[in-house]
DNA sequence: GCCGTTTTCGGCCCGACTGTTTTCAGTCG
């Protein structure tokens, strides 16, 4: 799939270079989705240039059309190459810096000829950009400040770091005298696997308040910088170089708030031409009638002083929109705007939806808990039924069993199993996938198991024949029931094996092997794009927490995420099965 | 550059905050 990435990296990069030589914006913004559309590809772009389908895309029009074409044939693009010799590359990474925009950077480059960071550094150590017109000393330090800032700043970090300090930050605003409603939104709320920033929004039931819980915010022991702050918005940085943005509303504009904070940005802009087309326009306000808005007077940081059609929640918004409502997950402009005006919105797997978790661990391998641990655990989640897999012989270092020990360790789950009412269960194990796609036990003892899972946990860092052989040859093995985490990869650590999984999934279907969404963070594997071409290709799901304790058992979540943004229901996944209608799953491989 | 059940031309989401300024431009989300 890197052919998409590099693809998605030329536009974006393009769209930085229009922004500095002061290119319309829209032009800018239009490239800037072109490249986003083609990252979120959940195929490979060389298909639709085969079957010339690309202007079916929706924000691929003819231009992009031929410098994806030009760029599939050729490996280059004419339209790139002239642009990038317009403007130093060394530029680009300048609009990374905090407080720097393509205007700025283009007035530094034209006025004094800084053409990088390091000749900016200077120019601003030896005074020889004051007096460049709108640049004034307030400005100069700004600037200074982001280029000092760049080194600490996080960059994008995984949503298993960031959920924990969102969720302080919230509880500590919830206990703020006046606060109604606190909330995170943003990419956190919408789940994505790595995460910007955090917004917070609060409503307050007197909006005299604000300023004081603006005040309080960032005075919080954790914030190390403050941003900006003003009556409805303060942006504080953490010590470990975190945004978190907070808004404070009155409590009847919350969910207008919410749903514009929620995003994603393509969302919003694609509901707000929505509202304008019904004559009316949403903002972080509220959704009004838009001959009326024109009309009022407003002021900064206050709601509009008109009746909102609709402002208190997101329902009443999407529901004066003309959509049912929109789970967050959903909103990166899929597709998911038309299916809601249709009625056609899948209804999102939950964790209600879950029977039972397929991959954990005890004490006999790496695991920190007992089989009767593990299984009381599981039944106090209201699960009916947990399988049992340990690690095989080759994790050494997870201290794998040895066939021996295995038979041994079966014997024990059937004991747990008389102890235990109320929840069955599964005697498995999670197999090593050996370089060669061999799996690590013989038939003869796989076929002891009630249910194999297989993955790939050493030599990661094959090619992609033989890593792509050598999950072929595990996807038809007998007895194999699921793949686990399919590439292994860490986020944030590991690119994981680079699988072609588009005919890896049309032969899982075939042979009715379930592929894993591994809930563990930072694993989330498959992703949210190959779980969905996973699915469409007919692969059932299975959603697991490869527990290595009582406690990491109730770590779903972030797997039914990664499920919720693939568009995944109940009737996708494994383990919203019954347990007839899994061991019915389970017995076809045998 | 992209798009169209008012449009193939003329729109394109909208507001807060900051800084450099007296009314607005740039940046950010």
């Not at 639709?48 to 231009?63: A, D, F, H, Q, Y």
């Not at 919410?258 to 972080?284: C, P, Q, W």
């Not at 940081?301 to 049912?324: C, F």
Request: proline residues 4%; glycine residues 8%; charged residues 25%.
């Amino acid at each position: 799939m890197s052919l998409n990435t590099d693809l998605s990296a030329l536009f974006a990069t393009m769209a930085d270079i229009m922004d500095i030589k002061g290119e319309n914006t829209f032009k800018v913004l239009a490239f800037r989705k072109v490249g986003r559309i083609l990252a979120d590809l959940s195929f490979d772009v060389r298909e639709c240039v085969k079957n010339n389908t690309l202007c079916e895309i929706e924000g691929i029009g003819p231009s992009s059309q031929r410098i994806i074409e030009e760029y599939v044939a050729t490996g280059r693009s004419s339209d790139a190459d002239s642009l990038a010799q317009s403007v130093p590359a060394t530029l680009l990474p300048l609009l990374q810096v905090e407080g720097l925009g393509p205007k700025t950077i283009s007035l530094l480059w034209k006025e004094r000829k800084i053409t990088n960071a390091d000749e900016l550094k200077a120019a601003l150590e030896d005074g020889s950009l004051k007096g460049i017109k709108t640049i004034g000393d307030k400005k100069l330090a700004a600037i200074k400040q982001g280029l000092a800032n760049r080194a600490k700043s996080a960059g994008r970090i995984g949503i298993g770091h960031a959920l924990p300090v969102a969720e302080m930050f919230v509880d500590l605003i919830r206990k703020l005298p006046g606060v109604t409603h606190a909330q995170y939104a943003g990419s956190l709320r919408r789940g994505r696997e790595t995460i910007g920033d955090i917004d917070i929004i609060c409503s307050v039931k007197d909006p005299s308040l604000s300023q004081k819980i603006a005040d309080a915010f960032v005075a919080f022991p954790a914030v190390a910088r403050i941003i900006g702050q003003g009556p409805s918005k303060s942006s504080i940085v953490t010590a470990s170089g975190l945004q978190v943005d907070l808004r404070i509303l009155p409590e009847e504009n919350f969910g207008a708030a919410l749903l514009y904070f929620t995003g994603s940005k393509d969302h919003n802009v694609k509901i707000r031409g929505l509202a304008l087309k019904k004559k009316m326009t949403l903002n972080e306000w509220g959704l009004y009638n838009l001959a009326e808005y024109e009309k009022t007077e407003k002021k900064i940081a206050e709601a509009p002083p008109l009746k909102p059609v609709a402002s208190r929640t997101e329902e009443e918004i999407y529901a004066k929109l003309g959509l049912d409502f929109i789970p967050p997950e959903l909103r990166e402009d899929r597709g998911e705007i038309d299916a809601a005006l249709n009625h056609k919105l899948p209804r999102l797997i939950t964790q209600k939806d879950l029977r039972g978790d397929l991959h954990s661990h005890t004490t006999a391998s790496d695991g920190k808990n007992s089989i009767l641990e593990m299984a009381q655990a599981a039944k106090a989640l209201g699960y009916e039924y947990l399988a049992i897999t340990d690690h095989s012989k080759s994790s050494v270092i997870a201290n794998g069993l040895t066939p021996d020990r295995l038979i041994k360790h079966i014997a024990e789950i059937r004991k747990a199993q008389d102890k235990i009412k109320g929840i069955t269960l599964l005697a498995g194990s999670e197999v090593d996938i050996l370089p060669d796609g061999r799996l690590d036990y013989e038939e003869a003892i796989l076929k002891e198991l009630d249910i194999v899972i297989a993955s790939p946990h050493a030599s990661l860092k094959q090619d992609a024949a033989k890593a792509n052989d050598r999950m072929r040859r595990a996807v038809e093995t007998r007895y194999v029931n699921i793949i686990g985490h399919p590439t292994g990869r860490l986020i944030g650590g590991r690119e994981g094996l680079p699988l072609d999984f588009p005919p890896l999934f049309k032969l899982a279907a075939a042979n009715g092997t379930a592929m894993e969404i591994n809930a563990g963070y930072p694993r989330l594997d498959l992703d949210e794009f190959n779980s969905r071409s996973a699915c469409e290709a007919g692969v059932m799901i299975s959603i697991d927490t490869d527990a290595h304790s009582t406690a990491e058992l109730c770590e779903i979540h972030f797997g039914l995420t990664v499920a919720r943004r693939a568009a995944l229901t109940a009737k996708h996944v494994l383990n919203c099965q019954s347990l007839n209608d899994l061991r019915e799953f389970l017995r076809r491989k045998r």
